[in-house]
C-alpha cells in the first residue's frame, strides 16, 4: 500500500491468486489517516483496512463483542 504526500490518495497492489491487481482512491475531502509503521510494516485487521479504504478514521474500529447465548430458559 501507498500513499500520496498529501495523504489524499493510496495506490494497494495485491495479488488475487490469477495475478496482480491494483486499486487506487483519491479523496475529494480529507486524508487517509495512516497508522503507525512498526519494524517496517504496518498492521491492520480486515476491519480497520476497510475502514482506511473507505477514508474513515481507522482507530475507531473496535473488534466484534463476542455475544453471551444462555444455553437454558430462566
Sequence with gaps: MFRAKRADRIKLI???????????????????????????VMRLSAAELSALLEGLDWRR????????????AG
Excluded: N
Excluded at 32 to 38: D, G, L, M, Q, T
Excluded at 61 to 72: G, I, L
Design 61 to 72: 474500529v473496535h473488534a466484534a463483542r463476542e455475544t453471551v447465548v444462555p444455553t437454558q
Design 14 to 40: 495485491f495479488w488475487d491468486g490469477t495475478g496482480l491487481c491494483l486499486f487506487a482512491k483519491r479523496l475529494e475531502e480529507g486524508v487517509f489517516r495512516w497508522p503507525k509503521i512498526e519494524d517496517g
